[in-house]
């Protein structure tokens, strides 16, 4: 299996700009997880889907962001409009829903809002 | 609620010393305990886990890691380390409800290896 794949790896935009991230997690994996990285906050849940459903978003900071997740195989996190202090890496993990925990997590997209 | 806690943030060692990096969790129930190594520009990875039995638990890249109920601990260890080693190292507990799995990460160990 290829693991969990994100694109793009590396984002710049312009302050004010849309970004969306893409995940294809792990096939047959039923949950999904968007985490972000920063060297201040450390790894942050943003939010998990199970079965494609949402089930906790507690962890998205705004309005700002948004996530989706149309079918088994792709999820996108969205952020519009960006702004600098969302400047971080953002990484997809996705598990088995066996009750193990077993998060398999992508590269990251590095963002740089400017 | 769930927390973890990884008491050193940077940790150096020199190559072929011994290694040990603490994590303490918090959590109601028996938990289910991850360690997983981020190196630079790279996503996490699963060096070992612990769901029940054995409560000593052997990993890849030669790292183990103990889990003490009594202490709430659950370090890993390493023999010998080898420069190859140098990343940062997240600790993270587990919990299953109804609607999915989730973990708690702690704030990670910065390793450093001098030759």
């Known amino acids: 299996d290829a693991g969990v794949i994100q694109s793009p790896r590396h984002e710049v935009t312009e302050m004010g700009q849309e970004v969306t991230l893409r995940c294809k997690p792990i096939?047959?994996?039923?949950?999904l997880f968007w985490y972000r990285q920063t060297m201040m906050r450390g790894l942050e849940l943003l939010i998990y889907f199970n079965n494609n459903v949402p089930i906790d978003d507690s962890g998205m900071p705004e309005d700002r962001f948004s996530a989706k997740m149309p079918n088994a195989s792709f999820s996108t996190l969205k952020i519009q409009p960006s702004e600098p202090r969302d400047s971080a890496v953002y990484f997809c993990?996705?598990?088995?829903?066996?009750?193990?925990?077993?998060?398999?997590f992508g590269p990251g997209t590095r963002l740089t809002v400017l | 609620a769930q927390s973890v806690t990884q008491p050193d943030i940077h940790i150096t060692v020199s190559e072929g010393a011994s290694l040990e990096l603490r994590c303490n969790y918090s959590?109601?129930?028996?938990?289910?305990l991850f360690w997983y190594v981020q190196s630079p520009g790279q996503g996490l990875q699963l060096l070992l886990k612990y769901f029940s039995g054995d409560t000593l638990v052997q990993g890849i890249k030669g790292f183990e890691a103990e889990f003490k109920r009594s202490q709430s601990s659950f370090n890993l260890r390493k023999p010998s380390v080898h420069w190859s080693d140098a990343a940062e190292y997240f600790c993270?507990?587990?919990?299953?409800?109804?609607?999915?799995?989730?973990?708690?990460f702690g704030g990670g160990t910065r390793l450093m290896v001098k030759p």
């Open positions: 993270a507990v587990g919990s299953v409800n109804n609607a999915g799995n989730m973990l708690t």
């Open positions: 959590y109601g129930a028996t938990p289910y």
């Open positions: 993990a996705s598990s088995p829903f066996a009750g193990n925990n077993e998060q398999f």
């Open positions: 096939s047959g994996h039923n949950s």
